[in-house]
């Protein structure tokens, strides 16, 4: 019963920080390290449940942007990059190659060398949320997803590598890096979700071709299925809602909450 809370709680955070612009990574190691949410899962359950947390948000992607990726795909392999839509599909797969690269080398290191040192996830925090909040303020909306050169994608592909530090998330580097290059709002979320699929479908892959990866599933189907579901149907509102939300409003919402999380964080550690 334990096991099924846990994945429910820790379910719905990564649902909800994968997709907006607050760390996911940063999120599970507070809730799940820090704050002893889902500590006394076992290894196998946790390996489980990362699985599943990995499906259900390559789901959420691929529900939500399903026309997209159809569209993209087709024009790209008919038409090629003569095509807006074809030419966003090979800009998709060469802005994913530099963090795919640095991914696979050194993610694991880096996760290990970091994942205890709280006060610096904090710093990490702090620092990306005013960034993608000044970095907002201060550029011109003036390109689409449409209108995204090559060099762009490759400079927003980049910018995923920080990411690899717990803090900085994601998308959170990505939108920033695309409202540098004067991406207007919703279409720089929508780069950095498109962005995201080929991400976490490299993770699943990865994870579903380990050593016993079938076996650990069936030993834990419940927790397997709760897991994908929950982040899921999240991870679909979180799209939604940020795609939504970006019309009419800045990153200063997501910089406070990050500043707050930060701070409650340092306070935890110290006292």
Known sequence: MTDIINTIILGIIQGIAEFLPISSSAHLIIFR??????????????????????????????????????????????????????????????????AAIVGVLFE???????????????????????????????????????????????????????????????????????????????????????????VVLGACILQLFDDGAVELIRQNATIFILGITISFVTGLICIKFLLHYLKKHDFKLFMFYRIILALIVIFTVIF
């Open 108 to 198: 694991e290191t880096i996760e290990n060398a970091i994942r205890t040192n709280y006060l610096l996830i904090a710093t990490a925090l702090i620092v990306m949320g005013v960034i993608i909040y000044l970095v907002d303020k201060n550029c011109k909306e003036e390109k689409n997803t449409k209108e995204i050169s090559f060099k762009d994608a490759i400079i927003i592909g980049c910018s995923q590598v920080f990411a690899l530090i717990p803090g900085f998330s994601r998308s959170g580097t990505t939108i920033a890096s695309a409202r540098c290059l004067k991406v207007d709002r919703e279409s720089a979320a929508k780069f950095s979700f498109y962005l995201s699929a080929p």
């Open 33 to 98: 390290d820090l704050f002893g949410i889902g500590a006394d899962m076992s290894t196998k359950v946790a390996l489980c449940f990362d699985l599943a947390l990995h499906l259900g948000t390559l789901l959420a992607i691929a529900v939500f942007f399903f026309k997209d990726f159809l569209n993209m795909v087709i024009k790209g392999f008919t038409k090629g990059v003569k095509d807006k839509d074809g030419k966003l599909f090979f800009q998709i797969v060469v802005a994913t190659i530099p």
